[in-house]
């Protein structure tokens, strides 16, 4: 007791004048009347994958059940997927070719989170994070101690590495320098069927997903899970799984998720962010162009030129969607699942590039 009271009047002090000035208006919907685009569930993948891990998800919202229960498993199906080069298995690996895997989870309606990084050999790292969230009182495990804590509670080591993503750290490898011992031998390199022709680069080698929900009593509930920046040094961790960064939820509110270069991301807080403009009255789409133009801004003072490159989606409890991307022609996108079916929402792009 003493431990709760003495928390309660730290934040009492070091926040309670502050944020008493702040219009922390909530997004109420009252018990009962829930808007019909709730319950709802997204994830940013748009592809065949995402689709069917909303349908999976929905599955459970339909029938009345939790938005934590919905987010894990359509995550899970995320995770699952070894043609996701992004994420879970098939994920891209470090640069020692180690896929090393990061996710956050947070549950409204609890107030609670958990968290793991740099977690090895483990599909399901968002299940491991429900585990770290539920049965204990911390919120972050990483490393060799989260692997030894999942398998403590069952879960199977696999290898994550599939031969598509082998083949891109190998190719990786070659393509490195010209001066290394990667490659084929010095008398071959120019000789036609040996010559070293470097490679395109991923498409996204730095992926993550979101799936954000409201389920039918109006709780709100996150999971953002990747495999994180491809090639990586090993050790390094992303925004995916810390609170605020990759992910926050405000049950009053509603939830928002990154996805892009998680350096930026963890510097601007950007989900808690997300939420906290929506709480002052911002849609979940203003709030994700809000948040971009605050980190483009930050940057700008410093290099002018330069635009980082993020997606960030939000969601609130009125079933209300926002996606944006920073820059580019492709505006921000994301997979809905709600009574009327699965959607794409088409959001916007905070600084669109000229052609």
């Not at 319950?39 to 994958?49: G, R």
Request: proline content about 5%.
């Amino acid at each position: 007791m003493t431990r709760q009271i003495s928390r309660r009047r730290f934040f009492q002090r070091s926040i309670g004048v502050g944020t008493g000035m702040l219009a922390w208006r909530g997004l109420p919907v009252s018990a009962g009347v829930q808007s019909r685009q709730v319950p709802l569930i997204i994830t940013s993948h748009t592809n065949s994958t995402g689709q069917k891990a909303l349908e999976a998800g929905w599955e459970i919202l339909s029938q009345g059940g939790a938005a934590l229960d919905a987010v894990e498993k359509a995550a899970n199906f995320i995770e699952e997927d070894p043609n996701d080069m992004s994420v879970g298995y098939g994920g891209f690996p470090n640069e020692d070719g180690v896929v090393q895997l990061d996710a956050s989870i947070m549950d409204g309606k609890t107030y609670n989170a958990g968290a793991v990084a740099c977690l090895e050999n483990i599909k399901y790292p968002c299940s491991v994070a429900r585990i770290v969230m539920e049965r204990t009182d911390h919120v972050l495990m990483v490393g060799r101690d989260a692997l030894a804590f999942a398998k403590k509670w069952g879960f199977k080591e696999e290898n994550l590495l599939t031969e598509r993503t082998r083949e891109a750290w190998l190719r990786r490898k070659e393509d490195l320098s010209d001066r290394d011992d990667w490659g084929p031998p010095d008398h071959l390199k120019d000789l036609p069927g040996h010559k070293r022709e470097r490679q395109a680069e991923p498409d996204d080698p730095h992926g993550t997903t979101n799936v954000l929900a409201v389920d039918r009593n109006g709780d709100v509930a996150g999971i953002t899970t990747t495999s994180g920046l491809g090639f990586k040094i090993p050790g390094r961790v992303g925004d995916s799984p810390i609170i605020g960064a990759g992910l926050y939820v405000d049950n009053e509110v509603g939830a928002a998720g990154a996805t892009g270069r998680g350096e930026d991301v963890i510097k601007s807080c950007a989900s808690f962010y997300m939420v906290l403009r929506m709480k002052e009255g911002r849609t979940p789409q203003q709030a994700c162009e809000d948040a971009l133009r605050m980190i483009a801004d930050k940057y700008r003072k410093v290099n002018p030129d330069f635009l980082p490159g993020e997606q960030f989606v939000a969601i609130n409890k009125r079933g209300e969607t926002g996606a944006c991307r920073t820059t580019g022609q492709r505006p921000g996108r994301m997979s809905v699942r709600n009574a009327a079916g699965y959607s794409i929402y088409t959001g916007s792009v905070a600084f669109p590039t000229r052609t």
